[in-house]
């Protein structure tokens, strides 16, 4: 009796040690935490805050934004791939850190496929051609032209090399034969308040709405099939002139590698539950962009992996290189 009491007290205080784990459930308690690969202020930091704070109304736990701005997002990624896989970190995943910088750059020290775990797609954004309020460029003629007259002399910033503003720049370069310089910042906020100061003559990028809504900036043309409902009186590329210049810029989630499916399945529902919120929808739509229906895990990830081979494609066809 001595012994099976004491063999019975072992069980005991081990499962004692092990229901806390299993109560826990498919998230480890407390906060999550998103990295974005980019500044504060700037669309993509705009796009992770508010899906943040959906999302975390439905999981009911908090998640804080982690700003890594730097190399195109790189930055961001190598942080994030590094990071313990259990769902307590996620990342914000776009265009650039998902398919333009495998392309861009010779060497990263993560695999944008095999170092992280698909989560869902949040929404996509064509980009608006912005200019200073006071330019004297008040079309996409007005800006080829002037291109033309100076040769060289005119600017255009972005978030940084390889980011999606400097690919839109250097697509836009190779497709009317412009000759425009580009100068990239860390990150689209810095770049977008020199060009509102007017150090800089324009910029390709998302997520202007409030800049061009206060007056701040003025919208030249969307790069869009159609024009987007925030910007009813802005023409397309299209519209103006350029034939087949079309920007996507999309943003997701991933987690890091080995992130047990049960944590991506809890965060892919609790995004789906956001997305389908109307006014989450209407504030993507006031942010100038497109929107979109929830994705499964599996079925982001087939996105993710059929876009990437675009992606380069348009690298290769702009020309464009980190530097």
Not at 33 to 56: E, H, K, Q, Y
Not at 150 to 161: A, D, E, I, R, T
Not at 205 to 212: D, E, L, Q, R, V
């Amino acid at each position: 009796m001595r012994r099976f009491t004491r063999r019975s007290l072992t069980v005991s205080a081990l499962c004692a040690v092990c229901l806390p784990a299993l109560a826990q459930g498919p998230l480890p308690p407390g906060p999550i935490t998103l990295i974005v690969g980019w500044p504060a202020g700037g669309p993509s930091d705009n796009v992770a805050r508010l899906a943040a704070t959906r999302m975390s109304e439905a999981l009911g736990q908090p998640i804080t934004i982690d700003n890594r701005g730097g190399a195109g997002g790189n930055i961001g990624s190598d942080a994030a791939a590094r990071a313990r896989p259990d769902g307590s970190t996620i990342m914000l995943a776009t265009v650039a850190s998902h398919g333009l910088n495998s392309a861009l750059y010779a060497k990263l020290n993560h695999d944008p496929l095999k170092d992280f775990a698909p989560i869902g797609l949040i929404t996509t954004s064509p980009s608006v051609l912005l200019v200073p309020v006071d330019s004297p460029l008040r079309s996409v003629q007005d800006l080829l032209q002037a291109a033309r007259a100076k040769p060289g002399q005119l600017n255009y910033g972005s978030g940084g090399v390889g980011s999606s503003q400097h690919l839109a720049g250097a697509s836009f370069k190779k497709l009317t034969g412009v000759d425009v310089t580009h100068i990239p910042y860390k990150g689209t906020a810095p770049a977008m308040t020199d060009l509102m100061a007017g150090r800089v003559d324009f910029v390709l990028t998302t997520g202007a709405m409030p800049f061009i809504r206060s007056g701040k900036l003025r919208a030249l043309a969307v790069a869009a099939r159609q024009r987007l409902p925030a910007l009813p009186d802005v023409p397309t590329f299209e519209e103006s002139g350029v034939k087949g210049f079309h920007t996507d810029s999309w943003y997701g989630l991933v987690a890091p590698a080995g992130t047990p499916r049960a944590a991506l399945d809890k965060l892919n529902a609790a995004l789906a539950t956001a997305l389908r919120n109307p006014e989450v929808q209407k504030q993507f739509i006031d942010q100038g962009s497109l929107p979109v229906s929830p994705m499964g895990v599996d079925e982001f990830w087939r996105f993710v992996h059929k876009q990437m081979p675009e992606a380069a494609e348009q690298v290769r066809v702009s020309g464009a290189r980190a530097e």
